[in-house]
């Protein structure tokens, strides 16, 4: 309610379950609705003669509700684990690491709007979505360990005959990595002549 008691007045109280007023009166359990808040009301005969009444509710019937998500309990936990140092270095990392998965969904795969409608063809989208980036990021693994194999031996190749030699090879490896990349565009141009 607007110029109100704060929400952070009405505290919950696990034991008992109910939630307590800011005039320490018990708000009692009544239903779950359908969206997963249990609802606490308070006594319409104790509200009636609350000196604070005109800041908790305005109802005719001089009951007050407070919701309460099922969840909430464990929105909780998460909360307060978020601020522990540990959790709090790996929330930091989430936005290299996961939050960046759907920034290249987004952007690199079409995924800003679905062509699908209804739950179960926009989920079978998705996978097949999440598949090919599963995929592309399997080759490109690959193709890095290939690379880094072939970098590495040639490197222990040249240290083991020659360790003064072993000085010139980061320009060798620099050439090598340059021709690799021209073959590369050479290749994807030719694909794209013949289609």
């Not at 249990?38 to 000196?51: H, M």
């Not at 952007?107 to 709007?113: F, L, N, V, W």
């Not at 072939?150 to 222990?156: A, H």
Request: proline share 3%; hydrophobic share 35%.
């Amino acid at each position: 309610m607007k110029g109100g008691h704060e929400w952070w007045k009405y505290v919950y109280d696990e034991y008992y379950d109910c939630v307590l007023c800011p005039e320490s009166q018990p708000l009692q359990y009544a239903t779950t609705n359908r969206d997963g808040y249990r609802e606490y009301k308070s006594n319409s005969k104790i509200c009636a003669s609350c000196p604070t009444r005109h800041l908790c509710t305005h109802s005719k019937g001089c009951v007050k509700t407070v919701q309460r998500h099922v969840w909430k309990d464990y929105e909780d936990l998460a909360d307060d684990a978020r601020y522990t140092p540990r959790y709090r270095d790996l929330y930091a990392r989430r936005k290299e690491t996961i939050e960046r998965v759907f920034a290249d969904a987004k952007e690199k795969h079409a995924m800003r709007y679905t062509q699908y409608r209804g739950l179960a063809q926009v989920t079978n989208w998705v996978k097949l979505k999440f598949a090919a980036m599963n995929l592309k990021k399997l080759a490109r693994w690959k193709w890095n360990a290939r690379v880094l194999s072939v970098r590495s031996f040639l490197f222990l190749s040249i240290y083991a005959q020659n360790p003064a030699a072993a000085c010139c090879a980061a320009g060798f490896f620099d050439r090598l990595r340059l021709r690799l990349s021209n073959r590369r565009s050479l290749f994807q141009k030719k694909q794209l002549y013949l289609l």
